[in-house]
């Protein structure tokens, strides 16, 4: 895997966001990461578990609150990756390099890097375990653990994947499949499934079916395509204006969608896949495929499901507003991991991140959290390689949208937002504590309106 790569596209963006990179690099190379936690202390004012997307940006807004010496960040990968792009990536459409960055060049220079895994959380004595063998202790803890994925629950899985014409964008080690299946695609079923489970980015299971449908019509292998979209679910998307436009879509380039269709085995060696009917218990039903992308069951991290800090699912119980713990005021969560209402995207975690970070500046201070976070999530859905309805919504999944038109429509601009001006915003803002998500911008662009 080659480690350091341009992260945006068009040359300008990327002369400038090499540029910032340089920087961020040479300034890593003066400072200690303790690798596997040897010379780590064993007490931090703000612990950080997990260095994904949420983690790391609360390290860099810590690092600002209370000083780089006093954060630490738990994570065991030396990866760090942009997973929004293997959407992209699985179309042929970016490269998998440019999703990855080394860890060590996200930590927020002067934040100890922990590289562990944690494996017991002890929030009565306020501190943690890691596989290494350690107890850390802290003064407030953040968890950012993301979400599990679950290939093995879908019986001949993983196993499957080493046979071709079966991806998955959903993870590193499978993306680059779903572009190779879709290039050795010849003629029949090209399925997509969607879980019967929570899953981050819920729009994705059905971006790479619109992006293959637009890769077999400029290939001329669109007549011998059939495709499938078989969901879990009982709706093609949960806020009403993005789900009216997908269904147009829909019926427009002759897709097939089957709800409350469960994908529960995968006979790779015999290109079949096997799903129950949800609505039938004990109804299965074997389809043939030329081409089959598995978005795969998740559920929250192990680590959590035993835990004191968890819901009766399994996932971060945490305040919908504050997104402080329901009952342990020193511990705080965010992103995938957390049992917030909303759909678990990057974008939410954006705008969790400056609410999380004015919760816990006021309960350092000994007073109340007072900005409320009202579930603003976004799902750039790519509709083709050149097109992108941007739905943006909120807790009672009504559409929260920046920019001043219809975000319902198919749009170019959209597209150039999620394909390049996206990236550059995560590695060189958000990742750095300053992107809170576009309220700011909604307002502006409404005149304070909305
Ligand atoms: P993550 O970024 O997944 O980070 C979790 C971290 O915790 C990881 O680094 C992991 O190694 C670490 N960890 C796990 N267990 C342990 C442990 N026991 N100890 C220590 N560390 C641990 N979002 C968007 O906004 N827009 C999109 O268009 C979009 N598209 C997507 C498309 C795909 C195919 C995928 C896979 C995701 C997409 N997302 C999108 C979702 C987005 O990537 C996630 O919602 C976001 O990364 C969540 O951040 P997080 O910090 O909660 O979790
Ligand atoms: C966003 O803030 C974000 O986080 C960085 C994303 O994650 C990749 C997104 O996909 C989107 C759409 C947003 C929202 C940003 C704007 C400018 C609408």
Redesign the pocket.
């Known amino acids: 895997m080659t480690p350091l790569v341009a992260v945006v596209s068009s040359p300008r963006a990327r002369l400038f966001a090499c540029f910032l990179r340089l920087g961020a690099q040479q300034a890593d190379s003066l400072q200690l990461h303790t690798g596997a936690g040897l010379a780590a202390k064993n007490h931090y004012e703000v612990l950080v578990?997990?260095?994904?997307?949420?983690?790391i940006t609360m390290a860099s807004r810590m690092k600002r609150r209370v000083g780089a010496e006093n954060v630490a960040i738990?994570?065991?990968?030396e990866r760090?990756?942009y997973?929004?792009i293997?959407?992209l990536v699985?179309a042929g459409a970016k490269q998998l390099s440019s999703s990855v960055q080394p860890t060590a060049s996200v930590i927020p220079s002067g934040v100890e890097w922990i590289k562990?895994?944690?494996?017991e959380l002890n929030p009565d004595k306020s501190c943690i375990h890691t596989d290494s063998g350690k107890e850390i202790s802290y003064k407030y803890l953040i968890i950012?653990?993301?979400?599990q994925l679950d290939y093995e629950k879908i019986k001949g899985l993983p196993e499957g994947f080493a046979h071709p014409k079966i991806g998955s964008?959903?993870s590193v080690r499978t993306?680059e499949k779903t572009w190779k299946a879709l290039q050795d695609f010849k003629e029949g079923n090209a399925i997509f499934t969607f879980p019967n489970t929570p899953i981050?980015?819920a729009?994705?299971p059905q971006k790479i079916m619109y992006l293959s449908e637009a890769y077999f019509r400029k290939t001329g292998k669109r007549s011998k395509a059939n495709i499938i979209f078989n969901t879990s679910l009982g709706v093609i998307f949960g806020v009403k204006k993005y789900a009216d436009a997908l269904q147009k879509i829909i019926k427009e380039r002759n897709l097939t969608v089957n709800y409350k269709q469960n994908l529960i085995e995968v006979r790779a060696d015999k290109q079949e896949a096997v799903f129950e009917n949800l609505d039938k218990p004990g109804e299965t039903q074997v389809v043939s495929y030329e081409m089959l992308h598995v978005t795969p069951p998740m559920s929250p991290?192990d680590?959590l499901k035993t835990s004191p800090v968890a819901d009766a699912a399994g996932w971060v119980d945490v305040d919908k507003e504050t997104l402080q713990h329901k009952r342990y005021p020193n511990v705080f969560g965010?992103?995938?991991?957390t049992n917030l209402p909303t759909s678990?995207?990057?974008?939410?975690?954006a705008a969790q991140s400056g609410i999380l970070d004015r919760t816990i500046s006021l309960i350092m201070k000994n007073e109340k959290p007072m900005k409320k976070y009202d579930g603003y999530?976004?799902?750039?859905l790519v509709t083709g390689y050149n097109r992108v309805i941007l739905a943006e919504f909120d807790y009672s999944s009504q559409p929260l949208e920046t920019f001043p038109f219809d975000q319902g429509k198919e749009r170019l601009s959209m597209y150039l937002m999620?394909a390049d001006l996206?990236p550059f915003l995560y590695w060189n803002m958000m990742l750095r504590g300053y992107w809170g998500g576009p309220a700011f911008l909604r307002k502006l662009l409404h005149l304070g309106m909305s």
């Open positions: 578990l997990g260095g994904g997307s949420g983690g738990i994570e065991p990968s760090h990756f997973q929004p293997w959407t699985g562990a895994r944690v494996v950012a653990l993301g979400i964008n959903y993306v981050k980015c729009g994705a991290p680590v965010i992103g995938d991991c678990k995207t990057a974008a939410a975690v999530t976004s799902c750039p999620k996206m």
